[in-house]
């Protein structure tokens, strides 16, 4: 079975970066596409950015386009989202996810890593 572990979240200024790591243990995601999403305090958890299966198909939603990159390391069953330019509104809980290409049809989640952007 499939294991998917975020790592990367922290404390960060507005206008700095992060990038976040989905690893994945217990089998490889190589034939999947893997999503991130994230939970604000309070609020519905939203689509951030997926990748399809052998990266030639990625989607991000329009809060994040041209600030956030997903990218995907097959040798190493790992997904990264490299986040820059980050603002305050981007604080939350990172998830990753493999399921289908899409912005909804995940079946495996990660356990999320936390993000916190201070203004």
């Known amino acids: 079975q499939v294991h998917l572990v975020e790592s990367g979240g922290g404390l960060v200024q507005a206008g700095g970066s992060l990038r976040l790591s989905c690893a994945a243990s217990g089998g490889t995601v190589s034939m999947y596409a893997v999503g991130w999403f994230r939970q604000a305090p309070g609020k519905e958890r939203e689509f951030v950015a997926t990748?399809?299966?052998?990266?030639?198909?990625?989607d991000y939603a329009d809060t994040v386009k041209g600030r956030f990159t997903i990218s995907r390391d097959h040798a190493k069953n790992t997904v990264y989202l490299q986040m820059n330019t980050l603002k305050a509104e981007d604080t939350g809980v990172y998830y990753c996810?493999?399921?289908?290409?899409?912005?909804?049809?995940?079946?495996?989640w990660g356990q999320g890593t936390q993000v916190t952007v201070s203004s």
């Open positions: 990748i399809n299966w052998n990266a030639v198909s990625t």
């Open positions: 996810a493999a399921g289908r290409y899409s912005r909804w049809d995940y079946a495996i």
